[in-house]
């Protein structure tokens, strides 16, 4: 598909969405933590990539909602989004066995690959703070934060081995939202 064929495409979904948006503000139930699995990654790279892989998705955005930097492409803890997350739009993160998890759930990467490495701790305390502030936004209960790979029907080790699951989940506990 041509760049802009993508475009066009795009700007009819933005509307729909910036509508759809106005009468669900409270959409999000779900949050789903990813890492890039490369070693590098921005906004800009993710778009090329998820242009390359994911050709028929009419929204020309990175599939995820945020992103995290690891210093490289962008900056250690910098979080960052695109117009999926400026206008609502549901994500292209999970797999069809999780629709619900891509319509109503917030995709967060971590540029890295944590199957081969550690999670920076930088990188690591502003997923905390970014997760945190989603839950309390929305409402968003433990329970309905996963890992990508951990969540029933998914099969991939995303966002790696090396993330600390378990301490993640007990540290994003304390919003006290069960
Ligand atoms: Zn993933």
């Known amino acids: 598909m041509k760049r802009r064929q993508f475009l066009g495409a795009s700007s009819a979904v933005l509307a ?11 959409r999000w139930d779900y949050i789903v933590v990813h890492h890039s699995a490369g070693d590098f990654g921005n906004i800009e790279f993710l778009q090329k990539v998820h242009r390359e892989r994911q050709a028929k998705d009419p929204v020309d955005a990175i599939p995820y909602h945020y992103i995290i ?3 490289n492409g962008l900056g250690l803890g910098e979080v960052d989004s695109d117009w ?20 109503r759930g917030l995709g967060i990467c971590l540029i890295g690959n944590y ?12 997923l905390v703070d ?3 502030t989603l839950m ?29 699951m378990a301490q993640f989940l007990a540290d994003i506990a304390s919003t006290g939202l069960g």
Do not use: M
């Open 16 to 26: 729909f969405a910036s509508v759809g948006a106005w009468y669900w503000p409270q």
């Open 69 to 71: 930097g690891n210093g």
């Open 84 to 103: 999926r997350e400026t206008f609502s739009i549901w994500g292209a993160h999970v797999s069809r066995n999780n629709s619900d998890r891509n319509f």
């Open 115 to 126: 199957e081969k490495h550690a999670v920076p701790d930088k990188q690591y305390a502003a």
């Open 130 to 132: 970014l997760t945190r």
């Open 136 to 164: 309390q936004k929305y409402g968003i209960p433990v329970n309905h934060v996963t890992g990508h790979g951990l969540t029933a029907g998914e099969s991939t080790k995303c966002p790696g081995k090396n993330f600390p």
